[in-house]
């Protein structure tokens, strides 16, 4: 199945279909150079598959983990594709999760000023949420995603087979952002995980949660309106990420984080009942006082007051100011 994604800076094509990390090669125009950059946890036969279709292709293989998304191996990937000789024609694929992607996109953005990447994303999180959309980046400081650019793919290949191989703590986080989206902008999405198991559902959940940030991605590309209902449960999310110190996954710390934001009842509880059935945590025990700092020092806040994304029916998102006072009263401190 072919997905087109239609931006400013270019229109793409999402292809989504079982085996595909078999088909790469007949996408790619076969004078144009290759770089594969993937990490050390993404299983070894998915390399050798891309291997034995661009047998010239240069690859980097950094060590696994969001620490390692930082400047120096994004360095490292810049030192690399120079040695390669890589020049504006060629192309970098980026093969593995989340780590991957920003890592190579943003090195693709920068290279050169700004050379094609395509993203095969093998996790659960980086085929419904973070291989499209454009956003590039590196942690910097602490600060996650604080060094990076917009950098759209020129084309994503998702290959669900891939997942086979994926541990299910990583399964079940990466679906957190789809029963997200479901909360936001996709009720039936939403009924899936209420109803259905999501293993026997798993192409349909990543079709609709593509579809579903398709059409945030091209009517805000940037970010500047419509596009802030994606942070819905990340503001205390990244919070509980940070505070937590990596002891939780980022999809879990956005379950727990819709879990603070959402009041109305009926809403919650069908959100619990969700997380529940995936085994996805409901809290955990962080030091309040902490989450609230980080909260209020976060960059979306403005002045006393944080834009806080709410759900007060299932499907549909509004944007609310809290101030101080409530972004305490939902940590109970
Ligand atoms: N750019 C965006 O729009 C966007 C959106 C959401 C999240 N993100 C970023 O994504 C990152 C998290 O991504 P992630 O959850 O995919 O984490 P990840 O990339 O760290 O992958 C998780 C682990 O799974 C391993 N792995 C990958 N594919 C595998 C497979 N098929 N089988 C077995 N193991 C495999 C990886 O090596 C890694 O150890 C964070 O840095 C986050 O900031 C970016």
Same mark, same amino acid.
């Given at each position: ?20 990390? $078999?088909?790469?090669?007949? $996408? ?12 050390? *946890? ?6 050798? !598959? /891309? ?26 990937? /810049?030192?690399?594709? *120079? ?9 970098? !694929? ?23 990447? !395509? ?24 600060? &996650? ?94 919070? $509980? ?34 997380? /529940?059935? /995936? ?43 809290? &101030? ?10």
């Amino acid at each position: 199945m072919e997905i087109k994604v239609h931006t400013r800076e270019k229109d793409y094509s999402i292809l989504l279909e079982r085996g595909a990390l $078999y088909q790469v090669k007949d $996408y790619v125009d076969a004078k144009r150079r290759v770089f594969i950059v993937t990490d050390s *946890l993404v299983p070894k036969e998915y390399l050798s !598959i /891309l291997q034995k279709q661009f047998p010239n292709a240069k690859s980097f293989v950094f060590e696994s983990g969001e620490k390692n998304k930082n400047l120096s191996t994004y360095a490292e990937i /810049l030192k690399y594709m *120079l040695e390669a000789q890589l020049d504006r024609k060629d192309v970098v !694929i980026a093969l593995g999760g989340g780590v991957v992607g920003d890592l190579s996109g943003f090195a693709a953005a920068t290279y050169m000023r700004g050379i094609d990447y !395509i993203n095969i994303p093998t996790t659960v999180l980086s085929q419904i949420d973070s291989s499209i959309g454009g956003k590039t980046a590196v942690d910097f400081e602490g600060v &996650k995603n604080s060094v990076g650019a917009f950098h759209q793919p020129s084309l994503v290949i998702i290959d669900p087979d891939t997942l086979k191989t994926l541990p299910k703590r990583q399964i079940r986080n990466g679906l957190a952002e789809a029963v997200k989206m479901g909360m936001t902008g996709d009720e039936k999405l939403f009924a899936i995980f209420e109803k259905e198991d999501y293993m026997d559902h798993m192409e349909e959940i990543i079709e609709r949660s593509l579809r579903y940030k398709k059409r945030i991605v091209e009517e805000d590309e940037k970010e500047t309106g419509i596009r802030r209902v994606l942070n819905f449960g990340h503001t205390y999310g990244h919070a $509980y990420e940070s505070v937590m110190d990596g002891r939780y996954l980022h999809g879990e710390c956005v379950g727990m984080g819709m879990m603070r934001v959402v009041k109305e009842e009926s809403v919650k509880e069908r959100l619990q009942s969700v997380l /529940l059935r /995936l085994e996805l945590p409901l809290s955990c025990d962080a030091d309040q006082e902490e989450v609230y700092k980080r909260i209020v020092n976060d960059k979306k806040s403005v002045g006393d007051a944080v834009n806080i994304i709410q759900v007060n029916q299932i499907g549909k998102a509004v944007t609310e100011v809290w &101030k101080k006072e409530e972004i305490k009263e939902a940590l109970g401190v």
